[in-house]
């Protein structure tokens, strides 16, 4: 800690020289004189609102106790001269540099000998609140969460107004010193966890959070490389935190990023969706055990159809039409390897079109390469068809984190199918249960396969069937 000098005239040198205010064109140094005292003034331009900072020029030109001797601590001044909603008195420099870089204004004088002023009057550039892209519902709130951390925890406050809610601050990245804020509910979320959860944010050591949520991420957990499945949900919708924290979980929120963890995660939990809550019990009931059916069959859809055209001796009779007529030219590995491959480089490039012409070059691209590639013999009907179904099936759930994981491990199993038949199949089936049993998340003592192992019936039956609220 590095206290402000005594000597107003070292206190402006090093925080010219920090703050580099002469090559910095935002970094705004304002100095004024009052009856025969100077303040300087730091802030960001940008970051501050103008309005409020001219007022209070204004009216710290009218204080009569500018050098009175009952003003001349900080503290002293603070309490009688500076009307601000958000102020606070600071005797570290690093720390003041600190809320100057992250939008706050700084006031120092050679009235105070022991410190500076902090006055927080930022306005942060911030887009106006949507629905998400990624995580719509047919009825509900069409808010979410932007990249300013302070609008997403007042959209939590706005729905939870409760006295036992918490929002503790903390600061993460040498260079970025990204606003982090962990929201929790006091005497429902594990006191434990809580205590895990902010050990583990104030020992990491990082320069900065480039990208945001994810790499808060990779600095909670140091995973295995080779592990798909996703370890933390994220949500971009302030109905669904509020929601996740009421049910004892603790929400994470990063600046710069329009998502907020949920924490403890389980592999259960990304197959619920906020849409199920705006529907009565028995329809969101419904919806629910569709979308798990239909995904957790598309797992298998793929590897079972090539196991069984692969070795017709397995196949039921009756089910011979599963066959294809006309294969194509190319092996059938090959082609669902292809088409999945295809698939996502049709994702990557609708990604880069245009939103107007996005969809429409998304349905035309896949209808005209499609028809091309079984005319001119390359891919077999049958493999486009079944492929359709699982692309259409992995956006059932709106994690695409882990429709990749099931997509790499469905991959791995198609090859080791054409290397050992059953026996293949039956490893690549083990494969993605051993990466999922032993996927590390920040769950403390919780499994990822939680509430089934350890079973939990009353949790378990919650994910499955969607039930009314008592």
Request: proline letters at 5%; a neutral charge.
């Amino acid at each position: 800690m590095r206290k402000f000098s005594p000597d107003f005239t070292i206190n402006i040198d090093t925080l010219d020289s920090e703050l580099n205010v002469r090559e910095n064109f935002d970094i705004i140094k304002r100095e004024m004189l009052i009856n025969s005292h100077r303040v300087v003034m730091y802030y960001v331009d940008g970051f501050v609102s103008a309005a409020i900072m001219q007022k209070l020029m204004m009216h710290l030109s009218t204080v009569k106790e500018f050098g009175a001797t009952e003003a001349r601590t900080v503290e002293d001044f603070v309490k009688q001269s500076v009307p601000s909603v958000e102020v606070d008195a600071c005797y570290d420099i690093d720390k003041a540099e600190k809320f100057v870089l992250s939008g706050c204004s700084l006031i120092v004088s050679d009235v105070f000998y022991d410190g500076a002023i902090i006055v927080d009057a930022r306005s942060y550039p911030a887009r106006v609140t949507a629905e998400p892209e990624n995580d719509k519902v047919m009825r509900g709130s069409r808010d979410g969460f932007v990249e300013t951390m302070l609008f997403n925890t007042a959209m939590i406050r706005r729905r939870i107004r409760d006295t036992n809610l918490v929002v503790k601050y903390a600061s993460v990245g040498e260079s970025s010193k990204t606003d982090i804020s962990i929201v929790y509910i006091k005497g429902k979320a594990n006191p434990k966890y809580v205590k895990e959860i902010e050990k583990r944010i104030s020992e990491i050591k990082t320069d900065a959070l480039v990208m945001g949520h994810q790499s808060l991420i990779e600095c909670l957990i140091r995973h295995k490389w080779y592990n798909p499945f996703p370890k933390v949900r994220c949500t971009e919708r302030p109905d669904s935190a509020c929601a996740s924290i009421l049910e004892g979980s603790i929400i994470v929120i990063c600046d710069n990023s329009p998502e907020a963890l949920i924490l403890p995660t389980g592999i259960f939990d990304f197959l619920q969706e906020t849409d199920d809550y705006y529907f009565p019990p028995f329809t969101g009931s419904y919806l629910r055990i569709v979308r798990q059916l239909v995904f957790w069959s598309a797992i298998v859809l793929i590897p079972v159809w090539y196991l069984l055209i692969t070795n017709p001796h397995l196949m039921p009779q009756g089910l011979e039409f599963l066959i294809p007529r006309d294969a194509g030219n190319i092996p059938i590995l090959a082609q669902l390897l292809i088409v999945e491959l295809v698939i996502d480089g049709l994702k990557l490039a609708s990604l880069n079109t245009p939103s107007v012409m996005s969809n429409s070059f998304g349905v035309i691209g896949g209808l005209l390469l499609g028809d091309f590639a079984v005319q001119v013999g390359w891919l077999s009907a049958d493999v486009i068809f079944y492929m359709a179904i699982v692309s259409m099936a992995s956006f059932t759930q709106s994690n695409y984190e882990l429709g990749y994981a099931f997509k790499f491990v469905r991959m791995i199993t198609l090859i080791l199918i054409a290397l050992f038949d059953v026996w293949g199949f039956v490893a690549g089936m083990l494969i993605g249960i051993i990466l999922i049993a032993t996927n590390p998340t920040i769950n403390g003592k919780r499994s990822y396969l939680y509430p089934l192992i350890p079973f939990n019936w009353d949790a378990l039956s919650r994910l499955v069937f969607r039930r009314k609220k008592p």
